[in-house]
Structure formats: structure tokens, C-alpha cells
């Protein structure tokens, strides 16, 4: 019986940590300005997206959640001139339209808004 009790505190322990550490998790700035080369700054509305995707994956697979990572992976040569805008902001646009879905801009001047 004690045992039982024992390992049902800890367990619950566990996951009460587990929980405050999944809620607690750094979401970033509600919208977020970045440097988008001479075509002009993007202002990136990111809760909007978090809520419409619900994945954080799908874009931070290939940068991490730190502000301005994209830039210094760019001027790393770890990331090319406009390869998450093509292959991440753009792609999922494009594929949310075709599919009929609610979806974002794939005109220039709607994400390089200065
Ligand atoms: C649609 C794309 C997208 C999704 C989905 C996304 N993010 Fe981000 N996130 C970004 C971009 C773009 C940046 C800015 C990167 C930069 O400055 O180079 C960023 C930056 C961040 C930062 C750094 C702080 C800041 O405000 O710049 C944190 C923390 C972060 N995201 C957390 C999350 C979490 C947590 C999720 C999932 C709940 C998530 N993001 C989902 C695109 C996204
Ligand atoms: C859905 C939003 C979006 C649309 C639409 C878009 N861009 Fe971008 N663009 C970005 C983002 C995000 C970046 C920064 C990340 C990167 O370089 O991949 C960027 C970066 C750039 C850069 C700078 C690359 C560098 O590193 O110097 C140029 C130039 C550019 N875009 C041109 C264009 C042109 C031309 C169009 C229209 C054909 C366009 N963009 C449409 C989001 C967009
Ligand atoms: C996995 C899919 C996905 C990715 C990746 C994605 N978007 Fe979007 N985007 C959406 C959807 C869905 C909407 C429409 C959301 C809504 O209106 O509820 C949207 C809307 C937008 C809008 C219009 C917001 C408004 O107020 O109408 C902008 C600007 C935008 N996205 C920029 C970007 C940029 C820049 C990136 C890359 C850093 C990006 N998106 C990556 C799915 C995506």
C-alpha cells in the first residue's frame, strides 16, 4: 500500500513539472519585425500563425525559437537568401489555397511591408 501511494505521489510530481514546463514555454513576441534584404522588412503576425497551425514545427524545424535566427543562419551559409520564404512561408500559402483553405499571401508586397 505505501509503495503504491509512494510511486502515485512521485508520478504525479512528474507530471504537474511536466506540465507548468509545457505551459510555460517562451510563445515569442505577438508579432514579430524582421529583416527581409532589400525588398523591405516583414511584419510576421507569429500568435496568429501559432494558433492557425497549432504546430510550432512547422517553421522551427528549420530555424530555432531565438530572435534572429534566420539572419545569422543566412550569414552563416546554413541557410540561403529567401529559402524559409520559399520553402516554408510561401510553400504552406500556396498548399492552404490549392487545398481551399484559409491561407496568407503569396504577393510580394503583402509580406515585405517595409
Ligand atoms: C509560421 C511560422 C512560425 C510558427 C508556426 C511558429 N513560429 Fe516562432 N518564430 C517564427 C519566426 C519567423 C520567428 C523570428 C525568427 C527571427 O527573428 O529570425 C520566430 C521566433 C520565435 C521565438 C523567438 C523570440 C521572438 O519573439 O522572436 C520564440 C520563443 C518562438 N518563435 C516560439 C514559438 C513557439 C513556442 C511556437 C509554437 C507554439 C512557434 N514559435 C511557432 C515563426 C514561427
Ligand atoms: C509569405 C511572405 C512572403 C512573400 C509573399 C514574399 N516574401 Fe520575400 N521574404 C520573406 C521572408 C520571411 C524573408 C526572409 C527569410 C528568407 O530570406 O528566406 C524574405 C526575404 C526576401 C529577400 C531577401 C533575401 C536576402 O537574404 O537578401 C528578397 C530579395 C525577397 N524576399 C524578395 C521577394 C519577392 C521578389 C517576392 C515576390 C515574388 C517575395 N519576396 C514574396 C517573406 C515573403
Ligand atoms: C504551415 C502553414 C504556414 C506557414 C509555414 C506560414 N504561414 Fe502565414 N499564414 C498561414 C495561414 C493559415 C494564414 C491565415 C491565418 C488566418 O487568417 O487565420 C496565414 C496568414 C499570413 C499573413 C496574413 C495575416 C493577416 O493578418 O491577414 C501573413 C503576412 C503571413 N501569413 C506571413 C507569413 C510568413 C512571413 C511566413 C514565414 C515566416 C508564414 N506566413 C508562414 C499559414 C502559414
Request: a positive charge.
Amino acid at each position: 500500500m505505501r509503495v503504491k501511494f509512494f510511486v502515485m505521489v512521485v508520478l504525479t510530481a512528474i507530471f504537474f513539472i511536466i506540465g507548468i514546463a509545457v505551459a510555460s514555454e517562451n510563445q515569442g513576441a505577438e508579432k514579430i519585425n524582421f529583416d527581409g534584404g532589400n525588398k523591405g522588412a516583414i511584419d510576421f503576425p507569429h500568435h496568429l500563425h501559432q494558433v492557425a497551425i497549432g504546430d510550432c514545427n512547422a517553421c522551427h524545424s528549420s530555424f530555432p525559437k531565438v530572435e534572429g535566427a534566420i539572419k545569422d543562419l543566412k550569414e552563416q551559409k546554413k541557410l540561403k537568401k529567401k529559402q524559409v520564404m520559399n520553402e516554408t512561408c510561401i510553400q504552406c500559402h500556396k498548399a492552404k489555397k490549392k487545398a481551399g483553405e484559409k491561407t496568407g499571401p503569396t504577393k510580394c508586397s503583402a509580406c515585405h511591408v517595409n
